[in-house]
């Protein structure tokens, strides 16, 4: 058996503490909000999950599928300005959705 230090707890430092292998028990859930969705210029036609998609188009993707199309679209600030001043997907028009 281990013998108390001075401050109460064992000669190894153990106050029952480092026994639970989760130190937080009840983690907060996950966020589940939906992934934040970015407009973004698409730069040529594609398909995008089964949608044909036109160069110009305006289209609305998470990060992941802004990673995954990188090259197909620009989701820079300008290019989408550009992209919505012709017509497609602008301010008026809803932009497409993956």
């Known amino acids: 058996m281990t013998e108390p230090n001075k ?8 106050n029952g503490a ?3 292998p989760n130190p937080n028990p009840n983690p907060k859930p ?3 909000k939906p992934p934040k969705k970015t407009k973004a210029r698409a730069l ?3 398909d995008l999950g089964g949608k044909p998609v036109k160069a110009n188009d305006v ?7 802004l990673k995954a199309y990188a090259g197909n ?3 820079s600030p ?5 992209a919505e001043s012709l017509g497609k997907g602008g301010e008026d ?3 497409l959705e993956a």
């Open 18 to 20: 480092g026994n639970n």
């Open 7 to 14: 401050d109460g707890q064992g000669a190894g430092g153990e």
């Open 93 to 95: 028009e809803e932009a």
């Open 44 to 46: 040529v036609d594609f």
């Open 59 to 65: 289209l609305l993707l998470s990060e992941r599928e």
């Open 30 to 32: 996950a966020d589940s």
């Open 78 to 82: 300008e290019a989408v300005k550009y």
């Open 73 to 75: 679209v620009d989701p």
